[in-house]
């Protein structure tokens, strides 16, 4: 089933001609205040992304916005007005939360601002390409708040204490060379290229064994969002795990006859 939706636009690429598998792409589109992640916009966004995540023909997603902006934040107007009782029991998170719960690869491919909401939604994804012109930061600090979608976490767990204190503290933005240099993206791409360069990105994890990825990619997190212990033991139980699947042997066998795996995903 295919969605209209107001604030984003949805669509799916074919790997290559006749494989029947896609990669999903996800565009924010409220260009007229450069994507300012408001209510409507994330729960399109959640929809779009858990839609591509049952579709089997599937098997990574990019998720972008323009080359001017990939988004500046969450929508201040929407917010300006909330009071401590009145924002909790809206419970806006949830929707944020969801985001998590996706199996498949999220490349994120940013040009422009990625400010505030705009820079968290970045850090939930799990591979970022960078545009020259991207610039990556938490503003909050300067309209008197702080990061709420993880900022202070997952920036920090990227960056280290003294930057990410540094760049939540001041609100001052990384340059797209700086955030490579620190490691919050993976790549920095003339503008002409970042979208391309996500979606080969995409294409390349697209051929892989889509149940083998989506192990790897949840053990990978466990790592992130846990103590590294739970992590390696959560990582082994993966790992013994795809012994019982088609494509391990598929793939190991592919690999001492010498040729390509064909990858089923059982
Ligand atoms: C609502 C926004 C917006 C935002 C920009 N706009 N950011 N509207 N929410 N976060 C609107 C502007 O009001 C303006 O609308 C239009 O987009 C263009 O923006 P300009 O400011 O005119 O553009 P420019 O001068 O190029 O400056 C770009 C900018 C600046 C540096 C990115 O817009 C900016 O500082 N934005 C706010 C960044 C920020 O503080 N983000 C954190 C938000 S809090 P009009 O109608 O005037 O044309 C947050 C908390 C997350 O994200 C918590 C978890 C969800």
Not at 24 to 33: D, E, H, Q
Not at 41 to 62: C, K, N, P, Y
Not at 158 to 187: C, Q, S
Request: aromatic residues 6%.
């Amino acid at each position: 089933m295919t969605m209209t939706y107001k604030n984003i636009l949805s669509a799916k690429e074919e790997v290559s001609a006749k494989s029947g598998i896609n990669i999903g792409i996800v565009t924010l589109n409220r260009p007229t205040v450069l994507n300012a992640l408001n209510h409507e916009l994330m729960e399109e966004l959640v929809t779009a992304l858990e839609e591509f995540d049952r579709d089997d023909s599937v098997r990574a997603i990019v998720l972008t916005g323009s080359e001017r902006a990939f988004a500046a934040g969450a929508d201040i107007k929407e917010m300006s007005d909330e009071t401590t009782v009145s924002i909790m029991l809206k419970d806006r998170f949830a929707t944020w939360d969801r985001i998590k719960n996706i199996k498949k690869p999220i490349i994120a491919a940013i040009s422009g601002y990625a400010l505030g909401g705009g820079c968290e939604l970045t850090m939930m994804c799990d591979i970022i390409i960078a545009s020259e012109s991207a610039q990556f930061g938490q503003p909050e600090i300067n309209i008197g708040v702080i990061p709420g979608a993880g900022g202070t976490q997952r920036m920090t767990r990227v960056l280290g204490k003294y930057k990410a204190m540094e760049l939540i503290l001041t609100g001052r933005p990384l340059l797209a060379r700086e955030a490579y240099e620190l490691g919050l993206v993976n790549k920095v791409v003339p503008v002409e290229l970042y979208l391309e360069e996500a979606k080969a990105m995409a294409k390349e994890i697209a051929g892989k064994s889509p149940i083998a990825v989506r192990l790897a990619k949840e053990a990978v997190l466990k790592s992130f969002d846990g103590p590294l212990n739970e992590g390696l033991q959560f990582e082994r139980k993966n790992f013994y795990m795809l012994f019982s699947s088609e494509d391990q042997k598929e793939g190991m066998k592919a690999f001492l006859e010498k040729r390509k795996a064909t990858f089923t995903g059982k």
